[in-house]
């Protein structure tokens, strides 16, 4: 090698882009388990061979949130098989690394001086392995920890409004090369789109001009995991939306290999979309070839230079309509079977006359999408077991559909495609259209509360949403009651009325806001069930300038932002109330109303004596009593009344329960207020008993939470601006 070229190499940063990997993608399948393996290491393996500096990945590393421990090993194995070794590293990370990557050693993992790390890579988060759970990890930060994988890009939303971000930029030099590495994981792309449109919401810190280097000599390069399909533009970032004054950007989530660089009109930087390494939707997008993209950069100058991934298992893909085909009969079936016998089989011949990998013959994917618009369908399952071990996916070679309107046709299947890729998504309507459907009445939880319970509970696993969300909106309704109610004055009416207004109050405030701008937080994402402190940002707070002198706010001119701390921890504890009987509900015959009185007492400070006041002036107050309940009746409130004069709490044996299967006409649990079912107010005393517990049954809800519900830190609750 000559000197020139030496000093080229000295001075040029050569990096291997890859997005999507999605490793453990059908790892319970027996053809298709390793395919996403296979590729990961054919990617590491030309990372290796092109003695790159780095390998950046671009989001969805795993497949699931919760990889499973095969899953994990195996990448583990490959990572520590490729990336550990004696080769230098020829760069160095000159920024500030504790504001880089969010671990707790807060250095880049080639510094450890415990590890020999010769291929470093650098990844952040998708939409797939997104952080959760109770300390707000993902399975990237398994890899972290491993000391195998730089995690950036993680970002602290905050708990109320659309939140503040701030993008720090890894500062890389190599020769007279220096690159500010930008990285910017996973966020619902409706919450990040209304962030990129409100002002100051989104800040980009750019590095100091000091040491003869100027804020211009940097080659700014963003990598983000978001939707681009602009199927609904709230739904999308738009290019548009970035500074100008990145030079190129990665573009993970989208599937469609669109590697070769292309530039933004008006922008001046250039989007590679690198596309998924294994196929995980049979679309057209996903039939074309993989690559992988080696970037070099000198100066201000970069050249790519896409490789194609030879391990990948081949995929055809083809579409046909039927009507316009000559040689089928509408009324005849085998005719259709025929055809598309024949459709199948060409693909199958061509995929194997295409020598993929030149040493193993893998089974094709093989997909049609039949438009049957006019003409019977056919059973896909049995029309693939003829395919069985000359396909990868026999049971679903077909997928039928209809026409659409020839002026919408083109951009309906691109939307059709796109949406395929996602299927994360929720749709709010449909749960705000059931409880329509069910005419419910809701008396605690809002529909929006609900929502976001639902998706949690669904796409990230958390076992606990539902449960965070009872929590949150019960403690919330006590802390409320408790503030503005005398507890000298309290009376039953008042505190149902009150959390039928506190109910409408935060409705309307859910409904200004969008699915992630809720002023609670789950278990999966809460960070304050640790004790941790969160962080809100805002305009008007005092100003304090930025930890380190390497970085200055992209906007000039504005204030820096102040963190300040706040706590959700002084919610007190208060009781459940629910609907009043009145009318045949209303009387004697109101073991519940002695219910909702002890569990308010606790919480409102309400003493020994003054709980029985409160409990006989009720009493005293009943009118219209059904004789035949109310010797039961009586004889309930003849035992609290006792154990009140004692100074005791009310214990399970002091009220009584009915039958299985008997009503009772003095029931206040089952009891009518206004147009409200009986059902519907008892199921949600019974919720509400389940979640907190009865004084007047301690022993017994003792067991059944013991039995039933999961231990979890009593640390929830809404930060409050």
Not at 433 to 445: D, F, G, P, T
Request: some cysteine.
């Amino acid at each position: 090698m000559s000197n020139s070229s030496r000093e080229a190499e000295k001075d040029t940063l050569k990096i291997l882009v890859a997005t999507d990997c999605h490793l453990g993608y059908l790892e319970k399948d027996e053809i298709r388990r390793h395919d996403s393996f296979r590729s990961f290491d054919e990617i590491c393996s030309i990372a290796e061979k092109n003695k790159v500096d780095f390998l950046l990945l671009g989001g969805d590393l795993f497949h699931e949130n919760k990889p499973s421990r095969t899953t994990l090993v195996k990448a583990i194995e490959i990572l520590r098989r490729y990336c550990l070794n004696d080769r230098p590293v020829q760069f160095q990370v000159v920024s500030d690394q504790t504001m880089n990557f969010a671990n707790t050693f807060g250095h880049v993992n080639y510094e450890d001086p415990h590890f020999n790390v010769g291929l470093p890579v650098f990844s952040i988060h998708g939409n797939h392995d997104d952080p959760a759970g109770v300390d707000n990890l993902s399975a990237v930060d398994i890899l972290s920890a491993c000391n195998l994988v730089n995690y950036f890009g993680k970002m602290d939303l905050g708990s109320s409004g659309i939140g503040q971000i701030s993008l720090y930029p890894i500062l890389i030099r190599k020769g007279s090369t220096s690159v500010a590495l930008y990285g910017l994981g996973n966020i619902r792309d409706e919450r990040l789109n209304r962030m990129f449109q409100t002002p100051h919401a989104v800040q980009w810190m750019r590095p100091d001009a000091k040491e003869g280097y100027e804020v211009s000599d940097w080659f700014n390069i963003l990598v983000l995991h978001q939707n681009r399909v602009k199927t609904n533009p709230k739904n999308a970032i738009n290019e548009h939306f970035l500074p100008r004054f990145l030079d190129f950007i990665v573009w993970g989530h989208e599937h469609e290999c669109l590697i070769d660089p292309q530039e933004v009109p008006g922008m001046g930087f250039h989007i590679s979309q690198p596309g998924s390494s294994v196929a995980t939707s049979l679309i057209d997008g996903e039939s074309k070839a993989k690559h992988v993209l080696l970037l070099e950069i000198k100066g201000n100058q970069y050249r790519p230079t896409k490789i194609p991934l030879k391990s990948v298992r081949p995929f055809e893909y083809t579409e046909i309509v039927l009507k316009d085909e000559p040689d089928i009969d509408p009324n005849d079936q085998n005719s259709i079977l025929e055809h598309l016998d024949k459709v199948v089989r060409q693909l199958i011949e061509r995929s194997n006359s295409i020598d993929v990998n030149g040493s193993e013959n893998k089974l094709p994917l093989v997909r049609v999408k039949v438009d049957y618009s006019g003409f019977m369908t056919i059973n896909p399952q049995r029309f693939g077991q003829k395919y069985v071990g000359k396909v990868a996916n026999p049971q679903d070679v077909l997928i039928f559909s209809k026409s659409t309107k020839k002026g919408h046709r083109e951009g309906a299947v691109k939307i059709e495609d796109a949406e395929r890729l996602r299927p994360e998504e929720l749709n709010q309507q449909n749960i705000e259209a059931l409880v329509a459907e069910s005419n419910l009445k809701m008396e605690i939880l809002p529909v929006n509360d609900l929502d976001v319970a639902l998706h949690s509970f669904v796409n990230k696993d958390d076992k606990m949403a539902f449960h965070s969300c009872v929590q949150h909106n019960l403690k919330e309704t006590r802390n409320k009651i408790a503030k503005d109610s005398d507890p000298l004055k309290c009376e039953e009416d008042d505190l149902i009325l009150k959390v039928g207004e506190l109910l409408e109050e935060r409705v309307k405030e859910r409904a200004t806001l969008k699915k992630d701008d809720q002023p609670f937080i789950f278990s999966g994402q809460s960070s304050e069930i640790r004790n941790r402190s969160a962080v809100s940002f805002s305009d008007d707070e005092n100003t304090s300038p930025f930890p380190t002198s390497k970085y200055t706010a992209a906007n000039k001119g504005r204030k820096e932002p102040s963190p300040s701390f706040r706590s959700s921890h002084d919610a007190s504890e208060l009781g459940k109330t629910s609907s009043r009987g009145r009318g045949r509900g209303r009387g004697r015959g109101r073991a519940s109303t002695s219910l909702k009185q002890t569990t308010l007492d606790a919480s409102l400070g309400i003493r020994q004596s003054q709980r029985s006041a409160s409990v006989r002036s009720i009493e005293d107050d009943a009118e219209n009593v059904d004789s035949s309940s109310s010797g039961e009746a009586n004889n309930t409130i003849n035992d609290v009344n006792d154990s009140s004069d004692e100074g005791q709490t009310l214990q399970g044996k002091g009220r009584k329960r009915t039958a299985p299967g008997r009503k009772g006409r003095g029931e206040t649990s089952t009891a009518k207020r206004g147009k409200k079912s009986e059902n519907a107010s008892t199921s949600l005393q019974k919720l509400l008993m389940k979640v907190h517990g009865d004084d007047d049954d301690e022993e017994e809800v003792q067991k059944k939470a013991n039995k039933y519900q999961p231990r979890v830190t009593r640390n929830y609750g809404a930060i409050r601006r």
